[in-house]
């Protein structure tokens, strides 16, 4: 028996549930929570170190970019600004998800578009008092991209602002979604989700 616990085989396959069982369990935190950060805070407590109590953003943009360059779904009103933010979410040191963001500064209040430039809160802990409501427009996992066509791949491909994200294969979930509060749509989020087997 011990023998064929040891079996590579063997090994690999546990290993292979193990992640398929984090990754189906992250794909319904994903979907059942309001934000990302909401969803990805409940699932690292339950895998990760628990003395990492929450999650934090690491800024490497956050910049106004013409309107007429963003060819995604915000309705932006004439004369809005609009800003491209891309970080990277972590759990202590681990790092569990890339992601870039189009979002309208002038439909949040003046505090919370301070907090977004100057702290490390995430984008949905800032805007948590706002009931934001998030819709998934389109998820892949690293199985259907083989399968996708070019034109459904095109918004997951390198983004268009340096730097560049982490290479496809380093990640298991590839999410776009919008968040929605009272004032209408704010943000246009695409995430890219780290396979952590734990």
Known sequence: MPQEQNDPKNVKT????????????LVHHMTNYAT?????NTWCAERL???DSRITASVLVDESVPVDTYEGILAIQAGELLRYRRVVLKWGHTAVSEAENWYLPDRLPPLMR???RHS????GQIIHPLQ???STIQRYSNDDLGLSTSRDQEWINAPKIPPEFS??????????AIMTT?????????????LLAQ
């Open 36 to 40: 990302a950060t909401a969803a990805l």
């Open 120 to 123: 490390n809160q995430p984008f």
């Open 132 to 134: 934001p409501r998030r």
């Open 14 to 25: 546990d290993l292979f549930r193990k992640m398929q069982r984090a990754t189906e369990d």
């Open 167 to 176: 290479p496809l294969q380093d990640f298991v979930l590839h999410i776009r």
């Open 114 to 116: 301070w907090q977004i």
């Open 182 to 194: 009272g004032t209408g749509m704010i943000i246009d989020r695409k995430s890219l989700l780290p």
């Open 49 to 51: 170190h628990p003395h």
